[in-house]
Structure formats: structure tokens, C-alpha cells
């Protein structure tokens, strides 16, 4: 079974301070890992999937298959990064989203 | 382009009444989801529908809850009859395909008293 666990419910940082929300994952095969943010009043959307490699809104994640983590990366916080954010695991096999139970990211100015 | 649209945004019922929620997802997604996420917990999937046909239900209680895409476009989410432990906010989600990006709804916020 695929399992996702995000072991920080609420993480607090100050402005320009570097940001990592941890996520680990359970699974015997190879997954798609995706981080989701929900900004206050907004849906819930894609921030970035591991397979992309990419850097979006100067967040980062690297998929660490021999820790099953993929923490979510962020040099220096800014103020608008404050949202919920998931982290969510597909395996290829069941084609479906497991998310994990969600971090709520404060940026204090 | 027009998000994932849902209907009603709130609800608040009491328990053993029934209620439906409906989706309209982003024009020409053939994959439709159902969510449910309880206060503190991340989504869950409920249904999973791609075109009018059912993927994958197996987290649908089935005995209370049915979901249906009849004309492979909208979608429609019933819970009959109603529990306490049914409270959340039902999200639905439409992607092109099975494995592309999914586009989520503002959700419904379900309250059973």
C-alpha cells in the first residue's frame, strides 16, 4: 500500500530564511512524487512533480529513493509562500493521487 | 479556460438526510475525480471516472455514498443517508488524461449536524 507522511503539521519561518517541508513516502515500486499548494481562499494546485526536475516559484525537491523522501526546498521564504501545501505519491500501477496530510507553511514578516 | 466548477459550495444537514453534490469539469477532460477531505487530513480519494466509466471506486462506501458521469461530462455525488463522520470538503478534480495534471474545484464544504 502506498502510504505519505508529512511529519509537520504547522512549520514557521521567518522572511528570507530557508524553507524545507519534509515529506517520506512508502512504496515497493517506482512512484511519481508531487508537491500541491493551497494558498488561503485559492484551490488546490500543482507547485512541481519530481519528474519535472524544474524550480517553480524558487521552490526545489529531489526525490531520495533510498530515504523515500522528497522534501520540498526553498533558500529564502518570502511572505506569499504561506499556504498548505501536500505532498502526494501516484503509483504507476494504480494511477491514482495519495496525498499526504498537509503542512501549513507561516512566513513571519 | 474555465476551472473545475462545483455545486453548492456549503451544506449543512443533519444526519440520516441525503444531499448531492455536482461538478462540471474543464471541457474535454476525459478523467473525472472525487475527493473527501476531512478537517486535517489531506484528500482522499473517493471515485475516479474516466469518460462516463468507473476507474477505480474501491474507496467509495458504498453502502451510504454513489457517485455518476453519465454523459462522460458532469458528475454527480450522492450521500444517502447522511453521517456525522461524513463532514468534509468534497473536492473534484479533472485531468485530460488518466496520468496529466489535475485541475481541482473549490470544493463543497459538507457540515452534518
Not at chain 1, 56 to 65: H, V, Y
Not at chain 2, 48 to 76: I, M, Y
Amino acid at each position: 500500500a502506498q502510504r505519505v507522511t508529512q511529519p509537520e503539521k504547522l512549520l514557521s519561518v521567518f522572511k528570507g530564511a530557508p524553507v524545507e517541508l519534509k515529506c517520506n513516502y512508502s512504496y515497493s515500486g517506482s512512484p511519481e512524487l508531487f508537491w500541491y499548494v493551497q494558498y488561503s481562499r485559492q484551490r488546490l494546485q500543482l507547485l512541481l512533480r519530481h519528474i519535472s526536475r524544474e524550480s517553480i516559484k524558487g521552490f526545489t525537491a529531489d526525490l531520495n529513493k533510498g530515504e523515500t523522501s522528497f522534501h520540498l526546498k526553498k533558500p529564502f521564504a518570502q511572505e506569499e509562500d504561506s499556504a498548505m501545501y501536500y505532498c502526494a505519491l501516484r503509483a504507476l500501477s494504480a494511477q491514482k493521487l495519495v496525498f499526504g496530510q498537509g503542512t501549513r507553511l507561516t512566513i513571519n514578516p | 479556460e474555465a476551472g473545475v466548477a462545483q455545486s453548492p459550495r456549503y451544506k449543512i444537514i443533519e444526519k440520516r438526510q441525503s444531499v448531492a453534490f455536482w461538478c462540471n469539469p474543464i471541457s474535454g477532460h476525459a478523467t473525472l475525480y472525487w475527493y473527501q477531505q476531512i478537517l486535517g487530513q489531506g484528500p482522499k480519494l473517493l471515485i475516479q471516472f474516466q469518460n462516463n466509466g468507473v476507474v477505480d471506486d474501491s474507496q467509495l462506501p458504498k453502502d451510504r455514498f454513489s457517485a455518476e458521469r453519465l454523459k462522460g461530462v458532469d458528475s454527480t455525488l450522492k450521500i444517502q443517508p447522511a453521517k456525522l463522520e461524513d463532514s468534509a470538503v468534497y473536492l473534484c478534480a479533472s485531468s485530460l488524461y488518466r496520468n496529466n495534471e489535475q485541475f481541482f474545484g473549490p470544493g463543497t464544504r459538507l457540515t452534518v449536524l
